[in-house]
């Protein structure tokens, strides 16, 4: 099997300042210059850490609307303009690329990681339960977008965040083969590399995790105060071989691009002794039943 190059870019873009973000994600994924990219989570569309838009239980402000109104104008559609832009580059390239966005549907935005390869655009995941106070923000994806997508090489695909901690999410992920796990992210904590190692060793898989670096100076001047740290996300991104070890970083406290080569012979290597859907999962005893249909409020309308 093939050596590929795999890299995950650590770093963030202007928040509500989509033509700036579109621009540096093409810009890092030329510097990259490897077969498989990842880009953190919400890059395109941002990630507002430490905003509160204005909401406690029971009460909203107009403030606060204000602020949703120019976070919604900062999203992407899909397909759109920048998706095709991210298209056309990884055409050009020939690598697959797994960027962080949030895309907009109507009133709803969603937290997505969008795949792109030498064909184009290749789908879409929606993240399936936004964490905390980002459900006041973002919408809940459903069982029809958890692709892992063969590249003819590798199967790669996408957990975002937190959805790596749902146990039953990585048994349908290993269930499908993937082979990269790729995991935008905005936790900066040191737990965060315990669980990519664990999901590595788990699922006998590569882990790709991109994680933002965010300044307080990346906010717009109207949305800084005092009281906010001067870094709000301060990265920790990493590769993981399918057996635990740490192939790249964490990086941490700084922007910065860490790549790796990945034998892909380690993927049997590694299962050699343990394959969580397969020879040590004890199908008699236990079964997962995974929904996969779209679920939408309004059916049945033609155009």
Known sequence: MPTVKAAVVQASAPLFDTPAALSRAKDLI?????????????????????????????????????LFRRYHAAAIDVPGPEVESLAALTRELGCHAVVGAVERQGGTLYCVALFFGPTGYLGLHRKLMP??????????????????????????????????????????????????????????????????RHIALEGRCFVLSANQ?????????????????????????????????????????????????????????ARFDFDAVGH??????FTLHVNESA?????GLTP
Not at 46 to 62: E, H, M, N, Q, S
Request: glycine share 10%.
């Open 30 to 66: 030329r510097q990259a210059h490897a077969d498989v990219v990842v880009l953190p989570e919400a890059f395109l569309g941002g990630y507002p850490k430490a905003l509160d838009f204005d909401i406690t239980v029971g009460r909203r402000t107009d403030a606060g609307r204000e």
């Open 131 to 196: 964490t905390a106070a980002e459900r006041y923000l973002w919408g809940q994806g459903d069982g029809s977008t958890l692709p892992v997508i063969d590249t003819g090489a590798a199967r790669i695909g996408a957990a975002i965040c937190w959805e790596n901690y749902m146990p039953l999410f990585r048994t349908t992920m290993y269930a499908k083969g993937v082979d990269l796990w790729c995991a935008p992210t905005v936790d900066d904590r040191d737990q965060w590399q315990a669980s990519m």
């Open 213 to 269: 670096f965010l300044r307080r100076d990346d906010l717009p001047p109207d949305l800084r105060v005092d009281a906010m740290d001067p870094v709000l996300i301060g990265g920790g991104s990493v590769i993981v071989s399918p057996l635990g070890q740490v192939l790249a970083g964490p990086l941490r406290d700084t922007e910065g691009i860490l790549a790796a080569q990945l034998d892909l012979d380690d993927l049997a290597r």
């Open 280 to 285: 040590y999962a004890r199908s008699d005893i």
């Open 295 to 299: 679920h939408t409020a309004v059916t």
